[in-house]
């Protein structure tokens, strides 16, 4: 019933509703059709682990195949009458009309709760509102429209504020029958303790680097080979986190932001000053992440990566020409306390220059001489 923007994934990805296929989760496909099947589902279901691994799409994907009639072996009333085909499990073919109405947002018995736009109508919200969550009371109000399931998918879960996440408490408590409730969070603990309690938990795990690096040959055949073994690494299991960066340029910025670090402990003012002038000043296309968010998460994100090296004495493959060489001397910088610290502290200015609006400039230039005075 809703067409929204997809919440995992990136600009160019399909939209979990309109997406066929899914990689790397057979075993929670098995276990959702094993329950459906059993005559004994339960009314809401917790569908767990990082972004941008396909928890949304698995979501819209049991939606069809519920939809489609295939917990009872067979379509609802001949609406939806394709045969199962590549990989089976919950796979529905794209050219079925309930497939197709399903993508367009037109099925009456599937309602998509996410962040919707602000009263402007130009952002989207931080936010799933109470008002959002009302509408699925009124939804599980009315008889299925063709007999069988109805099914809400929350996409982002996490993202409901108290009002919202209390409205939610009331349905949970009283599901109507043959009502299935799917909740999508990469961050469950965020979530009321009585939510979660009402919920069966089902955790997906990080998909490996041969699956994200076939997708990525698959989707973007324009990066090359090292791009795509870089990107695999940053993706850490996610092929939304790999494909966004891709489409933001995240291994120029990676090495942009290696180029830097590797000057400390100390910094080259002039290109420090026109890197994070730079970055403070994009603006991305519609849809893509902003460069100064891919910057930060990547800082963020090779800190840790050093940290993991000390910490264990095993320098990771290289990303980047050069950065073995990097981690090497670093590690001689400082002990492993104060780069934890450090991480700790540019993660904090990080969040609050996304929260309250803070230079983003000086934000990097502050990050970059917290990590100089490292062992000083």
Request: proline fraction near 5%.
């Amino acid at each position: 019933m809703t067409a929204a923007a997809p919440q995992e994934g990136d600009r160019r990805a399909p939209n979990p509703r309109a997406n066929p296929e899914l990689l790397g989760h057979g075993r929670a496909e098995s276990i959702l059709m094993e329950a459906a099947r059993s005559g004994r589902m339960h009314h809401a279901w917790l569908l767990t682990g990082p972004k941008g691994i396909g928890k949304a799409t698995l979501a819209h994907r049991f939606s069809r195949w519920l939809l489609a009639g295939r917990a009872q072996g067979g379509p609802p009333d001949g609406l939806s009458g394709a045969d199962s085909a590549p990989g089976d499990g919950l796979w529905l073919d794209p050219a079925d009309p309930l497939f197709q109405r399903i993508a367009a947002g037109g099925h009456a018995d599937l309602l998509t709760v996410q962040r919707e736009l602000d009263d402007a109508g130009k952002r989207l919200r931080t936010e799933i509102v109470a008002a959002d969550i009302r509408k699925v009371a009124g939804f599980l109000s009315l008889t299925a429209a063709e007999g069988g399931w109805r099914v809400v998918v929350i996409d982002g879960a996490e993202d409901m504020n108290r009002h919202a996440a209390n409205a939610l408490l009331k349905t949970l408590e009283e599901p109507p029958a043959r009502t299935v409730l799917l909740l999508v969070s990469h961050a469950p603990g965020r979530l009321l303790a009585t939510i979660r309690s009402r919920c069966r938990k089902l955790a997906l795990a990080p998909l490996n680097d041969a699956t994200v690096a076939g997708l990525l040959h698959d989707t973007r055949p324009d990066l090359g080979g090292e791009e795509v073994k870089a990107l695999t690494a940053m993706g850490e299991g996610s092929i939304g986190r790999a494909l966004g960066l891709a489409d933001a340029g995240g291994v120029a910025l990676y090495e942009e932001m290696l180029g830097l670090i590797g000057a400390l402990p100390n910094t080259d003012a002039a290109r420090l000053h026109g890197v994070a002038d730079a970055i403070a000043r994009s603006r991305p296309e519609p849809g893509a992440t902003a460069a100064f968010d891919v910057f930060t998460d990547l800082l963020g994100w090779w800190i840790a990566r050093l940290v993991r090296a000390r910490a264990t004495g095993v320098v990771p493959a290289e990303l980047a020409p050069g950065e073995s060489a990097v981690i090497a001397r670093l590690s001689t910088i400082g002990n492993l306390d104060q780069w934890v610290e450090v991480w700790e502290k540019i993660n904090r200015l990080f969040g609050r220059a996304r929260s309250v609006n803070l230079d983003r400039k000086q934000v990097l230039l502050n990050a970059f001489f917290a990590l100089a005075r490292i062992g000083s």
